[in-house]
């Protein structure tokens, strides 16, 4: 069982920067594919971008230029650095975790984390 944490969320000026981050338990986080999405009031949650468990990364078009998914399996930590934040980014960002099994896809979310971004 894989339990997520997010954390780095919070309140900054349009054209700033975070770095998000999802500490993931377990001794099985490198075989994951990881992603970043995000749910504004109202909307649907989307995909930001995502990371393979080989590295592969993938983004929204919407973050790309302004977004690096990386994640660190010695620490189990994914990261999602985002800058030039606009106002239209403000969402509850969430992370995921997914791999195939045998019986099926097996996913975790974590609670999630707020970004605000002020005009």
């Known amino acids: 069982q894989v339990q997520l944490v997010e954390s780095g969320g919070g309140l900054v000026q349009a054209g700033g920067s975070l770095r998000l981050s999802c500490a993931a338990s377990g001794s099985t986080f490198s075989i994951y594919t990881f992603g970043w999405f995000r749910q504004a009031p109202g909307k649907q949650r989307e995909l930001v971008a995502g990371i393979s468990s080989g590295g592969i990364t993938d983004y929204a078009d919407f973050v790309k230029g302004r977004g690096t998914i990386s994640r660190d399996n010695g620490k189990n930590t994914v990261y999602l650095q985002m800058n030039n934040l606009k106002p239209e980014d403000t969402a509850v960002y969430y992370c995921?975790?997914?791999?195939?099994?045998?019986?099926?896809?097996?996913?975790?979310w974590g609670q999630g984390t707020q970004v605000t971004v002020s005009s």
């Open positions: 995921k975790a997914e791999r195939a099994t045998t019986w099926g896809p097996e996913e975790h």
